[in-house]
């Protein structure tokens, strides 16, 4: 099961018995959160870790009805930034800069949570060629 890996945190909003509290009664907001990694597929479907990825978009598709921002790290820089669920809808928002140092996130925005259908980086590898 995924919640068996230590990357996954598993949180119950359900009672055990149907007289006990809902945690997700919109008095209480549970923040959802992923934060999303990147690498590049080489040969044999192998993570390829050789040369440099320039990130320049992201885009996340989520279903009807969810509610989510992205978020843009520069650990470099020590610089934060929140693409809110409107700038995100439809459209590819500019994450730029290299991937050893940009962290992208999603986070709910509002009660409502969000799930992802689909994420996109799209971005342009340099990679010197290897010797035989």
Known sequence: SIDQLKQFERLAIQ???????FLDNRAVEI??????G????????NKDTRGTLQMKTVEVEASEGSTLKLTVTDIQRMT???IPDKQRK??????YGD???IRVGIRN????????EMVSF????????KSH
Do not use: Q
């Open 109 to 116: 925005e509002g009660d409502s949570g969000f799930r992802i």
């Open 122 to 129: 799209e971005g342009n590898l340099n990679k010197r060629a």
């Open 90 to 95: 439809n459209r590819k928002p500019m994450v």
């Open 80 to 82: 934060y930034r929140e």
């Open 15 to 21: 009672p055990k018995r149907e007289s006990g509290t």
């Open 99 to 101: 991937s050893r140092r």
């Open 38 to 45: 990147e690498w590049v597929y080489g040969k044999d479907g």
């Open 31 to 36: 923040d959802g959160r992923i934060d999303l």
